[in-house]
């Protein structure tokens, strides 16, 4: 598997603004037609999800689920990091559209 690559800003061209915004496109409309699956339980989408290659993460926040195209009410997270807080297990359920079961 191939490691997704950074977002970079200003873009590079009109080119990649538009394969970004085609991206985020597809993100959200994934999570709306998993034949109701963001209305119980999915959370997240990543951008490889949707096969784009590039650091993304769309976080849902189901108090906003009727107004899902405003964007502004959800969290889009670009070129995340990861940085380890604590050595402690905190074990949950998730709901994942990767393995939706």
Avoid at 19 to 37: A, F, P, Q, R, W
Avoid at 76 to 95: A, H, R, S
């Amino acid at each position: 598997m191939e490691k997704c690559k950074d977002v970079t800003f200003p873009f590079s061209s009109q080119t990649q603004q538009t394969h970004i915004e085609e991206c985020i496109s597809d993100m959200k409309n994934t999570v709306l037609n998993v034949e109701g699956y963001f209305y119980k339980n999915a959370l997240a989408i990543a951008a490889n999800q949707v096969g784009y290659n590039y650091k993304m993460i769309l976080i849902l926040n189901p108090k906003y689920k009727k107004h899902f195209n405003r964007l502004k009410d959800h969290l889009l997270i670009i070129n995340p990091n990861y940085t380890e807080i604590t050595k402690k297990t905190n074990i949950k359920w998730e709901g994942c559209l990767s393995n939706p079961e």
